[in-house]
């Protein structure tokens, strides 16, 4: 499987704050990046989906993809109590969808 | 949205009995599951990809013998851990390709084998 990094957490910001994940890849051939959102017990849910070089914002959520650096990151603006969870970076190759998941960075945002 | 359905969301089990997990797309059909297993405060590793209508590809150290996984329809693949032991004891996971090259997943299934 491809590797995949993130930085360890747990990361603890406060409510309102930024939050920024960072994720490094091995694979070059690495095509699609997601950013998956797990809370304690439950299945991973998808937040944002990259595939092109620069940022991608949706909503409070920027995603920012630079391929040469084999480099994803993602920052949450304003961030609410409700964000706390573990989010895991995944990404896939060319041709298949399996993912390959990086370890998680869990994220506490202090109210 | 595209929804996959994944039952039971927990079993406990005796040492040496199989257990059987099942995994439906309920709104898509999906000719490729994909089934993860997460340790505690661990990563999603992907165990196998599940291929309808053929064998399931495994990875690499993922025993086959014990893990089974039938793909019998476009909406069901489903995993049988044989034999278990307190060691397969994990949190088990199916995805499915919704479309777009966006995997949806299930609830997910806690394995406790006592």
């Known amino acids: 499987q491809k590797e995949v990094e993130q930085n360890s957490g747990p990361l603890s910001v406060p409510e309102g704050a930024i939050a920024s994940l960072n994720c490094t890849y091995s694979d070059r051939g690495s095509q699609s990046f997601f950013w998956y959102r797990q809370y304690s017990g439950k299945s991973p849910e998808l937040i944002m989906s990259i595939y092109s070089n620069g940022d991608k914002e949706d909503g409070r959520f920027t995603a920012q993809l630079n391929k040469a650096s084999q480099y994803v990151s993602l920052l949450i603006r304003d961030s609410q109590p409700s964000d706390s969870a573990t989010y895991l970076c995944?990404?896939?190759?060319?041709?298949?969808?399996?993912?390959?998941f990086g370890a998680g960075t869990t994220v506490t945002v202090r109210a | 949205g595209a929804v996959v359905s994944q039952h039971p969301s927990r079993v406990i089990c005796k040492s040496g009995t199989s257990v059987k997990i099942e995994c439906r797309s309920l709104?898509?059909?999906?000719?490729?599951m994909f089934w993860y297993r997460q340790f505690p405060k661990k990563s999603l590793m992907l165990m196998a990809t599940s291929n309808e209508g053929s064998k399931a590809t495994y990875e690499q150290g993922v025993e086959k013998d014990k893990f089974l996984i039938n793909h019998a329809s476009l909406t069901l693949s489903t995993l049988t851990v044989t034999s278990a032991h307190p060691e397969d004891s994990s949190f088990y996971i199916c995805?499915?390709?919704?479309?777009?090259?966006?995997?949806?997943f299930g609830a997910g299934s806690r394995l406790t084998v006592l």
């Open positions: 709104d898509f059909q999906a000719t490729t």
């Open positions: 995944a990404v896939s190759g060319p041709n298949d969808y399996k993912l390959s």
């Open positions: 995805s499915a390709d919704s479309g777009a090259n966006v995997l949806t």
